[in-house]
């Protein structure tokens, strides 16, 4: 697999990594089959959205802040487990496809992940699936 | 890939398209391995769920309304954060295994196209991965 | 595919599957790709969330029915509306990477068959997928 680097500097943050993955594909060489993205912490995400006004991600991250407070009636004692539940509510891997050595998506669409308990020092991995 | 033309007829749907599927499987001759179904859309997602009784979509539709208004604290002025939201709560992407050339379905399950902001004239995106 | 029997004792549960996989991996040789993990039922998902304190899954498990009530506006006559949203919001799939032979986790992520509808007798379909 390869891995990315992913620095957020908020508790919630959902960072573009379209650009750093178009890179990834072409280092690699990588024409005709899947990226699996996955997210190897567990107050993380990988998601696919808009990313053409920065509103949506707010609209994103501060519905889903009232949807899954951050104090509440959790025994988790790290104070996260809102995190832990928006984790699995996004999931931490996508599947995306790539075609002629480029990733396929949709005109609106960015490829991002997603911190719900930073800020932190993350990694997202990578694997190429074969056509 | 292949691509599904879908047609959505109200603001929240989740169309069938298992039967559709079926038949691209058998155009294509793809027996072993697994599609990657894809939403291009920022306001659609990919879901399996029960088929048998239509009162179960009405129950996810309505509920998820509930739960992710239409109106509310959104700053993104098109009016669809809402649908943004559920298109990451439920994910664009979805994976399915074929084996002998069937989907392997569950014996309730039906694979639904999803529109949180319709109607719509759509698209989905269907890559084959080989086993 | 291959097939997990797995058994759950409450009506919801999360059911740590990593080590039974890790078995199948082993048995069947399976070195560099991924595994498709996929629940056949339609109140049950699979998600992949923190190991190390019992208290996460319990918080995960007690939020998701604060969020998706058992009993509210459903017409489904079964009773469990509830389980198929939360089906639809954690997914019925998940990949997860494997290299060398080994299924590559975070160091706090395990691997959870969810059911939201049990006790219940199910099962995990699991799908190779080359690299």
Known sequence: ????????HDREAMVDITNELRKLIHANG?????LLLYCPHTTGAVTVNEGADPDVVRDILVNMRKLVPHTGDYHHAEG??????????????????????????GTWQKIYFCEFDGPRSRKLWVKWLEA
């Not at 996508?94 to 998506?105: A, H, K, N, P, S």
């Open 1 to 8: 697999m390869e891995i990315l680097q992913i620095r957020t």
């Open 30 to 34: 990588w024409s005709d089959g899947a």
């Open 80 to 105: 996260n487990s809102d995190a832990h539940i928006k984790s699995s509510m996004f999931g931490c891997e996508q599947m995306v496809i790539v075609e002629g050595g480029t990733i396929q998506l």
